[in-house]
């Protein structure tokens, strides 16, 4: 299956449940309903800058050498309400944040004036009317949009909603991810391999990117190459899960036996085995009891790379995030090619690059593309994408490198 057809079907599934939950605890959630602001923001007309509250028609033609004078009237307190109205001449001293008093409409910098010993305030420039105040409503006005539904609530996201009186939201529930471990030949990390065995590489990275995609991760360890075994993990996952994870036995072999046990299931379906890409072409995506069925490549690259393009937007649009939100995470950055890079035709590859300032701008080098080389991923910056119709890029090209 073509990579961009498998991503679309991926980003078919619906999204959970919802729930309310404080917005000082709504960091990384997804937004269930479309926000509105119950206020004006601020509510009170504020200074932008230290110095003096006073009427603009009082300064005008102040100077260096020509300064006008202001009587210096009183001081406003900060988070208290200021009620002295400013007359005629006369000049109040205001912080940054303070509330402007009545009929004063500038405000002075600090560093344009001096306080002379006879209580006047000596005003080296002149301001306009609203100049360094921050009116009613400048930030954002009572009933405008503050964020849609779908979108991921970054940490001063959740300041901006307690700044507008939103103090609950609803959002949706973190989808339930189950990760199953399947191969006689994996062991855990605390033990040393003997020879044909592998330590379980994907679990403790799969475990991290679950939840950097705002999934809740349950693991299942270690399940060998058992018909019986693998049978009775899947359906213990599906009953607790929104979405299972397969680390290995996704390959042709006689003894990847995943796709025949989530075949066993009532109400499977087979969607697609196979993607031309790689690494990880071995892909499956399944469902049963209606519930979907991710089965990554055993190989630690292919898997994790897997994860990357397919799983972790399955998992985002799960818990909620819109496609457009899903469109925006992706980051790049355009780089230069350092040497040539062939590629198969028919087939999207993703060559692990390191990158480099030069000059203004990048240059990616490409790294070996071993699939079960853990450390050409760790030592990689990102991924330069290479398309189904073409058989290569060439030294200086310049390309979109894929940011992990």
């Known amino acids: 299956m073509a990579p961009l057809e498998a991503r679309q079907i991926l980003l078919q599934v619906p999204p959970v449940g919802t729930e309310s939950v404080a917005t000082v605890r709504a960091r ?21 800058m230290d110095g003096y509250a006073v009427k603009a028609k009082d300064t005008f033609g102040a100077s260096q050498s020509l300064p006008a004078y202001l009587k210096l009237a009183g001081v406003v307190e900060m988070g208290k309400e200021a009620i002295q109205a400013l007359n005629t001449g006369d000049a109040i001293r205001i912080s940054t944040g303070g509330m402007m008093p009545p009929d004063a409409d500038a405000v002075v910098m600090v560093e344009y004036t001096d306080e002379t010993d ?39 996201d959740v300041g901006a909603l307690t700044g507008v009186g939103i103090s609950s939201i609803s959002v949706y529930q973190r989808p339930r991810v189950a990760l199953i471990s399947t191969g006689d030949e994996i062991v855990d990390a605390e033990i040393d391999p003997r020879p044909g065995q592998v330590r379980n590489i994907n679990q403790h990275s799969l475990a991290g990117l679950i939840e950097e995609a705002g999934g809740e991760l349950k693991d299942w360890g270690v399940i060998r190459d058992d018909r019986s075994q693998l049978t009775a993990a899947i359906g213990a996952a599906l009953d607790w899960a929104d979405v299972v994870l397969l680390s290995g036995g996704s390959s042709m072999g006689a003894k990847d036996i995943a796709l025949e046990t989530i075949l066993s299931f009532p109400d499977s379906q087979f969607i697609f085995h196979g993607i031309s890409i790689a690494p990880g072409k071995p892909t499956i995506f399944a469902k049963a009891c209606g519930k979907p069925i991710l089965g990554l ?108």
């Not at 980051?331 to 350092?338: E, H, I, P, Q």
């Not at 050409?376 to 490198?401: P, S, Y």
């Open 297 to 404: 490549p055993g190989y630690p690259v292919s898997a994790l790379v897997i994860f990357d393009l397919f799983g972790a937007p399955m998992l985002r649009r799960l818990g909620g995030e819109s496609l457009d939100a899903l469109e925006r995470f992706s980051r790049t950055v355009r780089a230069k090619l350092t040497t040539n890079i062939s590629s198969q035709l028919g087939r999207e590859d993703y060559v692990r690059v390191v990158m480099q300032g030069e000059g203004t701008g990048f240059v990616a080098t490409p790294l070996p593309s071993k699939s079960g080389a853990i450390f050409t991923l760790v030592k990689a910056d990102g991924m330069v994408r290479i398309g189904m119709n073409q058989d290569g890029l060439e030294q200086g090209e310049e390309v979109d490198v894929i940011l992990f």
């Open 28 to 48: 990384s959630r997804v937004l269930a309903e479309d926000l509105f602001s119950q206020v004006d923001l601020p509510h009170f007309h504020r200074a932008a």
């Open 118 to 156: 006879g209580g006047l305030v000596e005003i080296h420039r002149s301001v306009s009317p609203g100049q360094n105040v921050i009116q009613i409503g400048d930030d954002i006005k009572k009933g405008e949009a503050v964020f849609p539904r779908g979108r991921r609530l970054r940490a001063h």
